[in-house]
């Protein structure tokens, strides 16, 4: 038995250098592409860019349910944006609260007879209404299906050539919406792009615009945005860099809308539709050897709220585990397969491994870690490796992001939020990473039992998350 709990030790030491040095070497390939993404962004004009863009018709699919508080000013947001062509269609998903009351006042709706430009199945359409106001702001009335059922309803009836699908909760700069439409522009096989999000709490929003950037006041928020630095700045760039982007965040992401609709829009029966929908595009135009690209490119900038209670964020996590599972079941049969290049034989084995398996992984290896140093089985040197490996190289791949962002687009311009950043990264590792470990355990248990909900999130609003900011003034 001793002589197993070494060999699995051993095991352990493998597993997270694997882990760890993957990481770093996404973090390099991302360190190269933002310093030339950035070099490049210095010599474009947002104004060139807008006009250029404006060819471009796009529509904004937003779902809603029971939005009421903030849908208001979320679509005042978004009516602002700099564009010249877009559309913007609110799905009321069933809200049982005054969600579709408070858009019919708020922007003069009335009922309008659309044809629909998709076929994609969905729950009953009750009606869809125009803005007498701005003729570019359409609300889809329907039966609740969930935001993937929501997703596809603002498909059908949408006019873009290209579509952006968002939360009602995230607020996009202005300019958004011209630098995620340039890579279509760029290269017509371009199928989706991936912009990234950031998190809103601390900042000062006015006029549904971001002005004062900062941190959040609570600890746990303050956790994510370091979250998010290290997932969109250097997992998500590195992985661009080569060519197999898997994940496009539900929150902020553009779509060919003819391609989505090829493949049959989100799919409905996935917590993960967002995920699910990139992977099944990859594998889509791979089995018809349609030439393509799907990329994260990393300055349209959208900004949502993050759970600021441990039970909101524990079932955003474990839902998220729950989706990626879903995912790998479903498109189990791409996995190690030359056919789909390096998403098949890179990405997803990557996914499975350390994503999906790892706090499985993670959980028995501190186990089987503090037995063997209990017995006095573990060397010193042994003890020094697991910790460098499991502890300390994080903390150094979380700094390391925290350095993209001051190298690359710096919207923590205070001395003291760059400080506190990067003492996250050191502490993070000591407590908030194994509760996270252990919500992400959970989830892949709840997958395995088919069980789950969606869970939902209280929202602040635009003017709740920006207390933060406030109480930094005062």
Known sequence: MTGLLQVFNVFILI????????????????????RTYVLRLRSLNIDDLVSSS??????????????????????RSLLTLRYSDYEIIVVNDGSTDA?????????????????????????PIRH???????????????????KADALNAGLNYSRGAIFCAMDADTLLEADALARVARPFLEDTSTVAVGGIVRIINGCDVDGGSIGDIGLPRKLLPRFQVLEYLRAFLASRVGWDR?????????????????????????????????????VRLHRYCRDNAIPYKISFIPDPVAWTEAPEKLSQLAAQRDRWQRGLAQVIARHRSMIGRRRYGIPGMVA????????????????????????????????????????ALAVFLGSALSVASVALEEMSFRRYR?????????????????????????????????????????????????????????????
């Open 99 to 123: 969600t579709l009351v408070r858009l019919i006042a708020e922007f003069g709706l009335r009922r309008i007879a659309r044809v629909a430009t998709s076929d994609v199945s969905t729950e």
């Open 242 to 278: 080569l060519g197999a982007t898997l994940i496009i965040s539900g929150a902020f992401g553009a779509f060919r809308r003819s391609t989505v609709g090829a493949v049959g829009g989100f799919d409905t029966r996935s917590v993960g539709e967002d995920m699910e929908l990139v």
């Open 128 to 146: 869809v209404y125009q803005s007498s106001r701005h003729p570019g702001l359409f609300v889809v009335d329907k039966d609740n299906g969930g």
């Open 348 to 387: 997803l084995p990557y996914f499975v491994a350390f994503e999906l398996l790892g706090p499985v992984v993670e959980l028995l290896g501190w186990v089987a870690f503090l037995i063997a140093l209990s017995l006095g089985l573990v060397s010193l040197a042994h003890a020094v490796a697991f910790l």
């Open 15 to 34: 597993y997270f250098a694997v882990l760890n040095g993957f990481y770093l070497f996404l973090s390099i390939l991302a360190f190269k592409s933002l």
């Open 414 to 474: 205070r001395s003291r939020d760059l400080v506190t950043l990067l003492g996250l990264a050191l502490v993070e590792s000591f407590g908030y990473r194994q509760i996270s470990t252990y919500w992400r355990l959970r989830g892949l248990v709840s997958a395995l039992r088919r069980d789950g909900t969606w869970g939902e999130m209280q929202r602040g609003g635009f003017k709740g998350v920006a207390q933060g900011a406030e109480a930094r003034q005062s």
């Open 54 to 75: 404006g060819g471009l018709p796009v529509s904004l699919i937003v779902p809603a349910y029971n939005e009421a508080e903030t849908i208001v000013e979320s679509v």
